[in-house]
Every structure is written in structure tokens, then in C-alpha cells.
């Protein structure tokens, strides 16, 4: 049963500390999301990668946060400095487009907190 | 720009009851819409699309593009229904894109 890998999935940080999360898509599927879920805004989209060229990360705040997938068994999500508004969790999915049902298949996703 | 309205934060019905959780979109193409589920403790899943018009677990969802909604419907209503429902559409301009972007989402509560 195939599934989408998060890690870490909790992390505690101080406020200026480098956090790095990580995701291992499905194999064979060849687009990548990042969203951040918080009460008030729900999912947002971060940033999103099509066979691991981004394609959008107009959701990311650019001067702190970057997203990179080195190969395709590999997404990261980087927050340098890390600020107490970043507590969130961040769920990656991944999921096949033409080829495929459109259905994205989600993380367990990381539960980051910034004190 | 798409984007998705979900207008209810919470909702609470009693088991046995109608319920439907209101979904509306803006979005200029041809919109493919779907609703997604994330049960206590497990990861968002799919729940239904648009395009399959089949029932999941009772639920169904029709796509009124007069009105721009997708409103998800069960006529009883399960406690086991109780969960996080979000009402995502994807941007399939050209098929190049399948952007999902989701609503802020709603919670259902089924009291016994």
C-alpha cells in the first residue's frame, strides 16, 4: 500500500531556528504539493512541483521559506528563520496527473511549533 | 484566480438528519471539483469528484454551475460521519496546470 512519508512529524523549534521537513512522494506519481493547514485558513497551497520543476510557489512567503525536490523520491520544505506564525501543520501530497484519477494522496503531515 | 468558498465553519447535526455542507467556487474555465475528508487522527483522503457522479459512503455532490456550487449532501446523517470536509477545485486550464486549491473546510459534528 503506497503512501506519502513525512518527516519529522512534530517538531518543537525556537523562534529564528532553521526547520526542515521532508516528503517522500508516491513513486511514480509526478506532481508534488506543499500546503500549510492552520484554523484559520485551512489548506493553503504553498508551493507545488510538476515532474520536480516548480510551477507555483506564489503562496510561500519568498524571503523565508523555499522549496526544492533534489530527485524524485524527495520534496523539502525549508523555513529559514522560522517564526512563531509558521506553527502550523504542513501536509505534502503527491498524485499523477494525465495518466492518472486526479486524486492527490496526502501525507500524515508535520505538526511544526514555533516558540 | 479560482477560489473556493466553504461559508460554515462547524455544523452540527444529530445522527438520522439531512445534511449538507455548502461548497461555492469562482473560477472562469471549466472547473473540476471534488471533496475531500480527514477523519480524526487519519490523513485527508478523497471522498468524491465531480466527474465519477457516484455515492461515497451516501454522500453525493452535484455540480451547479449556474450557481457555482458543490454542495455535499447525505440524507442520514452518521456519527462515523463526523470529520473535516474541505471542497477543493482544480485549475485544468489546458491541461497544463492542476492547481487544487481547497476551502477553509468544515467541520461536521453528528451527535447520537
Known amino acids: 500500500d503506497a503512501r506519502v512519508t513525512q518527516t519529522p512529524r512534530h517538531k518543537v523549534t525556537e523562534m529564528g531556528q532553521e526547520v526542515t521537513m521532508r516528503c517522500q512522494p508516491i513513486?511514480?506519481?509526478?506532481?508534488v504539493f506543499w500546503y500549510r493547514q492552520t484554523m484559520m485558513q485551512g489548506l493553503e497551497l504553498l508551493a507545488y512541483?510538476?515532474?520536480?520543476?516548480?510551477?507555483?510557489d506564489s503562496g510561500m512567503p519568498k524571503d523565508r521559506f523555499s522549496a526544492e525536490m533534489p530527485d524524485a523520491t524527495l520534496a523539502t520544505l525549508k523555513i529559514q528563520p522560522s517564526e512563531p506564525r509558521d506553527s502550523a501543520v504542513y501536509f505534502c501530497?503527491?498524485?499523477?496527473?494525465?495518466?492518472?484519477?486526479?486524486?492527490?494522496?496526502f501525507g500524515e503531515g508535520s505538526r511544526l511549533t514555533v516558540l | 484566480a479560482q477560489r473556493v468558498t466553504q461559508p460554515e465553519k462547524l455544523l452540527s447535526v444529530f445522527k438520522g438528519a439531512p445534511v449538507e455542507l455548502k461548497c461555492n467556487y469562482s473560477y472562469s474555465g471549466s472547473p473540476e471539483l471534488f471533496w475531500y475528508v480527514q477523519y480524526s487522527r487519519q490523513r485527508l483522503q478523497l471522498l468524491l469528484r465531480?466527474?465519477s457522479r457516484e455515492s461515497i459512503k451516501g454522500f453525493t455532490a452535484d455540480l451547479n454551475k449556474g450557481e457555482t456550487s458543490f454542495h455535499l449532501k447525505k440524507p442520514f446523517a452518521q456519527e462515523e460521519d463526523s470529520a473535516m470536509y474541505y471542497c477543493a477545485l482544480s485549475d485544468n486550464s489546458g491541461g497544463s496546470n492542476y492547481k487544487l486549491t481547497f476551502g477553509k473546510g468544515t467541520l461536521l459534528t453528528v451527535n447520537p
Open positions: 501530497a503527491s498524485g499523477l496527473v494525465w495518466g492518472g484519477t486526479g486524486e492527490l494522496f
Open positions: 513513486l511514480g506519481h509526478n506532481t
Open positions: 512541483f510538476r515532474n520536480r520543476a516548480p510551477l507555483d
Open positions: 465531480h466527474i
